[in-house]
């Protein structure tokens, strides 16, 4: 029987029965996996196909815009002052590592698999539908989060910026803040004007993000250099200080692992760094992004695992080194939570500096939320093209080549979630959804290598399954260290993402849809 049409948009039924489980025909099971022959050739579909227009240059410029951000501005000084001292530098190495482990796990996925939908069209490949459907829904909660969170924060950053230039925004444009409800004009529009970017093609938007990129590391790398020559050793005593218990922190705001073995969390000390590591995790929330624009890239089995590991590895030297600068610069004790980089050049008596800061993270935070939203889109188009979300969804762009219906939806959602929310609390989500996503792909990696292990892998993980099981523990000890209430959050997602899936997901589902008619057929 050739190819038939007419199955809600399946084209080609030429891999029936390649996807069954143990000899199980994969409409009875929750567990029927997408072949990655099959992933890959969805994708080589007119209506659904992308423009592949990005190099690993660009994949790397991405990681590095998406990844320096808030991070660098604000946490460095924040996580010094009340978790680890002057040791945060080793907090970010922790972070860094734990990342590098999920990293090498991405790259050999990518190289595999290189289709839009990163750790969700890994799990379909792997781990099966529902997991996928999971791991996908996850994704969208994480992204969208950290986008509208970062757009807040953006926009924080230059009503400061025009407050200093004697332009102030009316309190009821500013959003909310301590209780006083608000509706916030810049980040609103910043998400839309990127929305517009991202709608307009993926190289437009990669020339956008190197100019961002370019001026930001302009900056961070001016922090350092200048920074140096005002550090102070005894700034550094003592490098790793003294434990002390957390006061008053139990109930649901304690970390889980503290509500689960019962001990006492401590800020400083060595445990500290492990606690701050946790913290500042967020700040490298993003390489995994340059995984979703694999279908988008030239060859993409070389240059995704480069750009994956390379922004990570530019990004952790310089965390690092922002961090040492700081704190030797103004003892962490008296180190600003709010801007803590151009507070310690203003306490050092060079204001010009500080106000470089200011506009550097500014400009830096804009490449952040343009990419974090990127990355949404192309999980909900690479979800939509399954039939797990309306295909309607899954269209292109006749001239730009953009899934620019899902692009649209998402940027006009996350604009209003920046708009009126106040959403501070929420950020940690972002820090569990993303760890989550480590968890799977590093499954994912040990599960696929034993069934296709003739899969040709341009990059391979090394040391299988060692690698990917230290992912997968780093990742949980990692999760175990964030509230009881972050959990519960996620959990009321998930619960959410399962209902959605029985309701519409399953059924409509190509691979639902394709067993469905091999089924009549026979």
Request: charged residues 15%; contains cysteine.
């Amino acid at each position: 029987m050739g190819p038939r049409r007419g199955l809600r948009g399946t084209r080609s039924l030429d891999h029936v029965g390649d996807d069954n489980v143990g000899g199980t025909p994969v409409s009875s099971t929750l567990f029927r996996t997408k072949s990655v022959e099959q992933s890959i050739k969805d994708t080589e579909e007119p209506e659904h196909a992308l423009k592949k227009s990005l190099s690993a240059l660009d994949l790397t410029v991405f990681g590095v815009g998406v990844i320096i951000g808030t991070g660098i501005f604000v946490l460095t000084g924040k996580i010094a002052k009340e978790t680890a001292g002057p040791s945060v530098a080793l907090a970010f190495v922790v972070a860094g590592l734990v990342c590098g482990l999920a990293a090498l796990c991405y790259a050999e996925f990518a190289s595999t698999v290189p289709v839009a939908g990163s750790a969700y069209t890994f799990s379909y490949a792997s781990l099966g539908e529902f997991p996928a459907w999971i791991i996908g829904w996850d994704l969208i909660l994480e992204l969208a989060l950290g986008c509208a969170v970062v757009a807040v924060g953006w926009s924080g950053y230059l009503r400061s910026l025009l407050d200093t230039a004697g332009m102030h925004l009316p309190q009821a444009l500013s959003g909310t803040h301590d209780g006083t409800f608000g509706f916030d004009l810049l980040a609103c529009l910043l998400v839309l004007a990127l929305t517009g970017i991202l709608v307009a093609g993926m190289k437009l938007s990669s020339r956008v993000t190197s100019v961002i990129v370019a001026v930001k590391v302009t900056v961070v790398l001016l922090v350092i250099v200048v920074g140096a020559f005002f550090i102070t050793g005894a700034n550094y005593d003592p490098f790793i200080p003294p434990s002390q218990d957390v006061e008053g922190g139990g109930g649901i705001t304690a970390p889980l692992v503290q509500l689960m073995f019962g001990f006492t969390p401590s800020h400083f000390g060595v445990m500290g760094i492990f606690t701050a590591a946790a913290v500042v995790f967020f700040a490298f929330i993003g390489f995994d992004i340059v995984a979703t624009a694999a279908e988008e890239t030239h060859n993409p089995q070389r240059d995704v695992p480069r750009g994956i590991l390379g922004s990570l590895f530019i990004c952790t030297i310089l965390y690092v080194a922002v961090s040492v600068v700081v704190t030797g610069m103004q003892k962490y004790t008296d180190l600003s939570t709010d801007a803590p980089l151009a507070d310690a050049f203003k306490a050092v008596g060079h204001p010009f500096w500080a106000g470089l800061i200011s506009f550097g993270a500014a400009v830096g935070l804009t490449s952040v939320c343009m990419i974090l939203l990127l990355g949404q889109t192309r999980v909900f188009f690479a979800m939509s093209r399954d039939g797990l979300l309306p295909q309607t969804f899954s269209k292109v762009h006749p001239t730009f080549g953009t899934p620019y219906r899902s692009t649209v939806l998402l940027g006009g959602i996350v604009a209003v979630v920046a708009g009126f929310t106040s959403i501070d609390e929420l950020a940690e989500l972002v820090n569990i959804g993303t760890l989550f996503a480590f968890v799977v792909v590093a499954l994912g990696v040990i599960l696929l290598r034993k069934q296709r292990p003739d899969l040709p892998r341009a990059f391979r993980t090394p040391l299988v399954p060692l690698v990917p099981v230290l992912s997968v523990l780093a990742s949980l000890w990692l999760m175990l260290n964030l509230p009881a209430e972050t959990w519960l959050r996620f959990g009321v997602w998930m619960v959410l993402g399962v209902v959605i899936y029985f309701v519409y997901g399953r059924s409509h589902s190509r691979l639902h849809l394709r067993d469905q008619y091999a089924d009549d057929a026979q």
